[in-house]
């Protein structure tokens, strides 16, 4: 069983929907969550960050983290055909060194 | 403009061959860090450093090697003795070494097998 397991999608949905991106994982020692955007051979970048349990709201997008479930979820809203993506869900756990474990990503399409 | 830049951006490799990639960052970042992406499996990690002259082995590190001999600098190579080198390569770093530090990542070199 894999540390975190994100379904890969592909997902597509219409303009102007509600996303909703979920990862799980076993480790109940991540406290780290972290979403990164990745456009189609690019490298990824950093959507959100969040520390341990709650909500973290940054426009469009929302993260929640609920470690009690061991589950995290981004919310888009209002999606655009420019949030068409893969998305990669990431988590870390405090002590020693940097070590980001991923998701498979979610590859995302927002159909104008 | 700060940032990492990643060279080439894509490569190809014979049989037999060792290839050098190449990582650059201006940020004045400790930790740097290869990612390897391949379809469906997300990113994994190949080597980590968190200062000069010295690096650790991630959980791919077999067929690969890395020098860290300036702090903006962080190549690696993929001997011949990685028998699938097929993949996308990212290079990432971050401020500190604490795992609350965010990774920032570069625009990534696609290895090819000829």
């Known amino acids: 069983q894999k540390e975190v397991e994100q379904d890969p999608g592909p997902l597509s949905v219409p303009e102007g929907a509600i996303v909703s991106l979920n990862c799980t994982y076993s480790n109940s020692a991540f406290q780290y969550f972290m979403w990164y955007r990745q456009y189609s051979r690019k490298g990824p970048e950093l959507l959100m960050y969040?520390?341990?349990?709650g909500n973290k709201e940054d426009g469009r997008f929302t993260a929640q983290v609920d470690k009690s479930s061991k589950y995290i979820s981004l919310f888009i809203r209002d999606s655009q055909p420019s949030d068409s993506a893969t998305y990669l869900c990431a988590m870390s756990a405090p002590g020693g060194a940097q070590k980001l474990v991923f998701g498979q990503g979610t590859r995302l399409t927002i159909n104008p | 403009d700060g940032g990492i830049t990643q060279s080439p951006k894509y490569l190809f490799r014979k049989e037999g061959q060792n290839v050098t990639l190449s990582c650059e960052q201006n940020l004045n970042h400790d930790a740097m860090y290869w990612y390897r992406q391949d379809p469906g499996q997300g990113l994994r990690l190949i080597y980590y450093s968190q200062i000069v002259n010295d690096f650790q082995k991630g959980d791919i590190a077999e067929g690969y090697s890395v020098s860290r001999e300036k702090k903006e600098s962080f190549p690696l190579t993929v001997t011949s003795a990685q028998k699938n080198p097929t993949a996308f390569y990212l290079c990432a770093s971050s401020m500190g070494t604490s795992t609350r530090e965010t990774q920032y990542f570069g625009p990534g070199t696609r290895l090819l097998v000829l």
């Open positions: 969040t520390y341990s349990s």
